[in-house]
Structures are given as structure tokens and as C-alpha cells.
């Protein structure tokens, strides 16, 4: 080869570097993480012109597709004229009873016991002191200044608290509903029957804790978390 | 009148073409080539072209460094805590901005990286989210049809609670759509276990598990055109 006049062992060299340069972006592609948009050789119609859920549009002032209900309409099946099931309320005050659409039922329990893991145990824990994984790090974060940046946490209740004990249902569904204090509302995540399950899960929580603290009473709640007892027992029989 | 001799001038030898003495060395490297370039177009257009290639990996700026880790890994929420339409509806939703207030109107109000949840939340403006996992808009997708029949979002989206910045995990290119749909077994798991990343169906459960899921679930996943092309 070394005879070669240069032009040609030039061409020679250049063809073999060029040809190496598709293989290393392949490997290159596949190796890293990368940010660009990704790259459709054939489009057909994988990006077609019109709106779907949670999609931007420039056509109206908030630049959103989808639409909010003209105001002083109700779609159908959304007038919510039962107060009871819908607002925990019975003759302007709390509920006391569930209402007759969610009997309480061990499947309407599951579900509840489902639904409070979900949304309620990232703070009030899975037995429900207060103690959940996000109050933990809240807290810790607060007390750490290099990464406080302005926290102030409020830790949340504890749903055997005496004064929780004493709230009827439908105070336990307005709160689920609209939140109340530093809790935020859960209407839009939990549906109304879900939150039903929920106070009737909670309600077999608090029941569940009466028994088992009838032998430790007189010990305050911090002290029995140190312990872990009660804790322990309510986690072991649940999973 | 001219003769041809006039026309095309006076005949002369024609000089004869000679390949230079080094243009033998050629004929090995072109040999080399013939054999090559075949298998190398092959390679570079399988995998240039693939899904795979081209679709993981992908993973957008997004407008809030929103890590999956911490929420999702170290705090342990649940997918459906901000994912919440995902077992009722087609898509599961990008949460609004008052999910994330949930927490954060009191955890680290004054972070720099926070602003624009905030400026969202005072003034009602959509906080512009990249889309990591996009079907093409030919393609009909329904979330809940999957998470409710045991599918796990781990099969698809991978470990999400370990990453920082999300990335596509999966090519999610219909060849693999269709691996599942036609064997689906092996991408089962019990209900329950749907939104825990960390189960794997194929280590954490036996054959037998796998197999009663298939039939007490009654799945028979369709492989018509029409199941995705609507």
C-alpha cells in the first residue's frame, strides 16, 4: 500500500473515517441520555394537528387546550344536590352516619385501606400518629438552614388525637375535601366515594388503636413511638 | 469534397491505457469493501433506524428540576398520589400545580428552583412540562386499561424512583407494544403491586403466580390493527 500516490491512500483513509462516523453516533445514542428532541425518519403522522388532554393551545388566553365548564353550567350527573354524600353535611350540621350510597362493607374497607396508603400516609403515617415519610424529611429539611430555604412545617395530626376522635364523619369528609390549615384539598385526587372509604378506613383505625393503647394509656404519644409499639402492631397487621 | 482523413484528422496509434503498477495494491481493499460495505449498510441502517437508538435515552430540561428519586424513591409516594387519573382515564395526568402545593406552600418556599411553581400558582398559568413519553398521535394508548389488568408502570417506565431527571426507558416502539400484547405473562403482576417499581415480576413472583394472574385476570390482549390504530 505504501506506493500508493497520496490522493489515493488519502481517499483510502478519509472513506474508512467517514464510514466510522454513523457507528460511534449509534453508540453514542444508545450509550448517554440525551435532550434533543428525538428524531422521527418517518413522520407519517405521529405529530397530527390537533389538541388533546393537558396539550397547549395558542388560540385562547391561558394557553391551555383543554377548557374549564362555561360558568353557571353543571354537566350532567355533577349537580351534587345531595349534601350528605356529597359535602358530609345533614341538616346543616356534620354528618354523623355514612351516607346510604357507601354501605360499610370489608370491600369498602380494602378500598379505604388502599386509598389512605395512597394520599394519607405520606404525612399522617401508615397507622396514622403523623408520622409519615414526608413529615420526617419535612422536618429534617426545616431544621437543616442550608436547605430550609423557608420551610415552615406544620406536622400534621394524628388521627387518634382526642379531638379527631371526637369530629363526626362529615367533618372528616370536609376536611378530606377542602382541607383545613396547612393540609391542602384533596377534591380533585380523591372521588367521593373514595373519600367515604377513607373516614370509614380511618374510623377502623382509631378503633383498632382504642384496643391495643388499653394497656399502655397514661403513656404520652411521643413515648410510644419511641417504643414503637403500638406502631408496629397496626404496620404487622396491615401488610 | 473531404476525405474522412480530413474530417477526423490524420490517424495516429492510440496511446494504450496502462493500470500503474500500484493500482494492484488496490484489488485487496476492494475486495475488502465488496465484502464489508454490505454488512456494514446492514448494521448501520438496522440500528440507525431502530426505535431503540432513538427513543431512549430521551431525557427533556425540565422547566422544574422535579426530582422523581426523592419523591416518588426516598419520601415513597405512591404514583397515583400525583397521578391520580391514571386507574379511571387514558392518561395519566401531569399533576396541576396545587398537587405540588400540597407540600410545598410550606417545604422550601424560598428555593430559587421553586419560582416558577410559584409564579404558576399566583398567576394561573400552565407550567410548561416536557412530554418524556410520547406515543405517536396515530396511536391509541388507554392507562387504565393496563394498570387495572396487572401491568406494572415499572414495565414501561422503568425504575422511575431512581431517577433524578426522567428518561425514557423504554423504545415503546410498536414491535414492543406487541411483544407484550402477543406474551403478556411475563409483564404481569398482582394488583396490589401495579405502582411498586421496585417489584419484579419475573424474580418476585413463581411462574405459577404469573400464569394464575393470565387467567384469573382474564387477559387476552388483542394484536388486531384496530386495538391501537382507532
Wanted: glycine share 6%; proline share 7%.
Amino acid at each position: 500500500m505504501s506506493n500508493l500516490p497520496k490522493p489515493i491512500l488519502f481517499a483510502l483513509l478519509g472513506t474508512v473515517v467517514v464510514a466510522l462516523i454513523p457507528p460511534v453516533l449509534i453508540v453514542r445514542m444508545r450509550t448517554t441520555k440525551h435532550s434533543l428532541p428525538r428524531i422521527h425518519w418517518i413522520q407519517d403522522m405521529d405529530n397530527q394537528g390537533r389538541f388533546r388532554a393537558q396539550h397547549a393551545n395558542p388560540m385562547f388566553a391561558d394557553g391551555r387546550a383543554m377548557r374549564q365548564p362555561v360558568a353557571g353550567t353543571v354537566a350532567r350527573g355533577e349537580l351534587r344536590a345531595d349534601t350528605h354524600y356529597n359535602h358530609g353535611v345533614v341538616a346543616q350540621a356534620w354528618a354523623t352516619t355514612f351516607p346510604r350510597q357507601t354501605r360499610v362493607t370489608p370491600d369498602l374497607l380494602a378500598r379505604g385501606q388502599e386509598r389512605f396508603v395512597i394520599y394519607c400516609t405520606p404525612c399522617h403515617g401508615a397507622s396514622g400518629y403523623g408520622d409519615g415519610l414526608v413529615n420526617q424529611r419535612a422536618l429534617a429539611v426545616m431544621g437543616d438552614p442550608t436547605r430550609s430555604k423557608g420551610t415552615s412545617w406544620v406536622e400534621p395530626k394524628s388521627i387518634h388525637d382526642s379531638d379527631i376522635l371526637a369530629q363526626p364523619v362529615g367533618q372528616l369528609f370536609n376536611t378530606i375535601t377542602n382541607g383545613v390549615r396547612t393540609m391542602g384539598s384533596y377534591e380533585s385526587r380523591i372521588n367521593v366515594h373514595d373519600r367515604w372509604a377513607i373516614i370509614a378506613y380511618i374510623r377502623e383505625l382509631q378503633k383498632r388503636e382504642a384496643s391495643a393503647s388499653a394497656d399502655t394509656r397514661g403513656v404520652d404519644r411521643a413515648d410510644r413511638k419511641r417504643v414503637g409499639e403500638p406502631d408496629n402492631q397496626n404496620e404487622a397487621r396491615q401488610s | 469534397m473531404r476525405t474522412p482523413n480530413e474530417i477526423d484528422g490524420p490517424l495516429e496509434t492510440p496511446v494504450r491505457f496502462v493500470f500503474p503498477q500500484w493500482s494492484n495494491a488496490l484489488l485487496p481493499a476492494v475486495i475488502v469493501m465488496m465484502l464489508v460495505a454490505p454488512i456494514y449498510a446492514a448494521l448501520v441502517l438496522t440500528y440507525g433506524l431502530s426505535p431503540v437508538t432513538h427513543n431512549v435515552g430521551y431525557m427533556p430540561t425540565q422547566p422544574i428540576p422535579f426530582s422523581h428519586k426523592i419523591h416518588a424513591g426516598e419520601l415513597g409516594l405512591d404514583c397515583r398520589y400525583c397521578h391520580n387519573t391514571v386507574e379511571d382515564a387514558a392518561k395519566a395526568a401531569i399533576p396541576p400545580t396545587q398537587t405540588c402545593m400540597t407540600c410545598h406552600a410550606q417545604v422550601q418556599t424560598q428555593s430559587e428552583a421553586l419560582k416558577p411553581l410559584w409564579e404558576s400558582y399566583s398567576e394561573g398559568t400552565a407550567i410548561r412540562w416536557q412530554r418524556v413519553h410520547d406515543l405517536p398521535d396515530f396511536v391509541y394508548f388507554n392507562h387504565s386499561a393496563h394498570v387495572e389488568r396487572g401491568v406494572g408502570c415499572a414495565s414501561c417506565h422503568g425504575r422511575i424512583d431512581q431517577m433524578d431527571v426522567v428518561f425514557q426507558s423504554e423504545s415503546l416502539s410498536m414491535g414492543w407494544c406487541l411483544e407484550c400484547h402477543r406474551d403478556p405473562e411475563p409483564n404481569l403482576r398482582p394488583l396490589d403491586q401495579v405502582t411498586n417499581l421496585a417489584f419484579d415480576p419475573l424474580v418476585d413472583q413463581s411462574a405459577e403466580a404469573r400464569r394464575g394472574l393470565l387467567e384469573g385476570l382474564r387477559i387476552t390482549p388483542s394484536e388486531g390493527c384496530s386495538t391501537c390504530h382507532r
